[in-house]
Each structure stands twice: as C-alpha cells, then as structure tokens.
C-alpha cells in the first residue's frame, strides 16, 4: 500500500512570496491533516478535512494560510505572503475512518523563508 | 488550553541499556495515546499506541505505560539498538470523538554502540 504521497520535498523562498505543498492521501483515508514543525518542536495542526469539508482550522491562521481538497481525494495547503516565522517543515497526515484514530505522515516539505 | 509535556528532551544511552520516556497530558478527555518516531528527513512514524481501556501495552522490544488518574504515559526502550536512534514524539487525543493530536516537544535519544 503506497503511503502518503508530498510535494516538493524542500522549497526555499523569499518573505511576501506565496508557496503552495500538495498532499495525496492514502487511498481510501477519508480524513487529512496538515501540520506544522517547527524545528525542535512537536508537529501542530493546521487543519483537518473530513472528506472535502473543514472539521478543525481553528489554528490556521488565515489571513495568510489558506487549504483545499477538492473532490475528497488530494489537498493543497497555500500560504500568501510568506513570512520569516513560517519557516517549518509541513506535514499531511491521513486516516481512514472518522473515528479511526491512527493517523499515517507523508515525509514532509521544509520550507525555508529567507 | 491542551498540553502534553515530554521529558528528557535529550536521552544517550548504551546498545542494549533500556531508554524510558515521559509525557504528561493536560485533557482528562485524552483516551488516545500514539507514540511516533521521526528520522532525519522522515515523517513521524507510529510505532505504538495505547488507548485509556488499557494500562499497558508491549511489542516486542516497545512497551508503553498508561496512568489515567495521573494523566501520564511513558515509552519503554528495551534492548536498545543503535537503530533505534532518532527522534520520539508523544501525542494525546480525544480519539474518536474527532479530536486532534497534541504533541509533545519531542525526545532525540541516541544509541551509542
């Protein structure tokens, strides 16, 4: 089974630049995360789908970051303007059943704000 | 606000010594607790969980402890290989009544052969 799919791997970036990381789930996983890490720090939800609907946003801060999953399946996760402090690593994560608590990470994107 | 704290932040240990690591948690409705290991340039990787109905969970070389009143968990290292060296995270939730997960700051253990 393959796991979750992320892209780029890095990304390097100036700040007031925007950004975009794609996730593909495993197949069939009906709900998807993203996180963030900062280095040295535990991962921290941005945002949960069930589906193609928002369960948790409640720390994304949306006056820059922005997410989507169209059609229930891949998420993109955006973030406008870029500023030195988003400098993390970003990880999708996806688990198969509402009430499935495993979640399964994909390897990540570090982003580098210059 | 929800909080799970992790100690040591750092732990060296000998090939074949046994590592032991604890996170409290602050959410008396936590009932999921996942451990994870991440290496360099990796995801973070479930290698063991333990949910409240249970106090103590073992495979293999990995045990984990679950005290509920103290709202405290620990990961058991037993045999420790140099493989075994990486970065160990613990995690709370409210499992399957949505909730997120809650991170500790992480533990970078090293097996030194």
């Known amino acids: 089974e393959a796991g979750v799919a992320q892209s780029p791997r890095y990304k390097i970036i100036e700040k007031r630049q925007s950004v975009a990381f794609w996730c593909n789930p495993i197949?069939?996983?009906?709900?998807l995360y993203w996180y963030q890490q900062i280095l040295g720090q535990g991962p921290k939800l941005l945002i949960q789908f069930q589906n193609n609907g928002v369960v948790d946003d409640s720390q994304l801060p949306k006056d820059r970051f922005s997410a989507e999953r169209l059609k229930g399946v891949d998420s993109t996760l955006k973030i406008q303007p870029a500023k030195l402090e988003d400098s993390a690593v970003y990880l999708c994560a996806s688990s198969p059943q509402p009430s499935t608590d495993t979640q399964y990470f994909g390897p990540g994107t570090r982003l580098t704000v210059l | 606000g929800e909080n799970v704290e992790q100690h040591p932040s750092t732990l060296s240990v000998q090939e074949g010594d046994s590592a032991v690591i604890k996170c409290t948690y602050s959410?008396?409705?936590?009932?999921?607790f996942p451990w994870y290991k991440q290496e360099l340039g990796k995801g973070p990787q479930l290698i063991i969980d333990?949910?409240?109905?249970?106090g103590e969970k073992k495979d293999q070389r990995i045990a984990v402890t679950l005290n509920k009143t103290a709202k405290h968990f620990s990961l058991h290292i037993t045999e420790t290989q140099p493989e075994d060296s990486a970065v160990y995270f613990c995690a709370a939730s409210r499992g399957n009544q949505g909730g997120k997960l809650i991170f500790g700051q992480g533990t970078e253990l090293s097996v030194k052969p």
């Open positions: 959410d008396s409705a936590s009932n999921y």
């Open positions: 197949s069939g996983h009906a709900t």
């Open positions: 333990i949910r409240s109905n249970v």
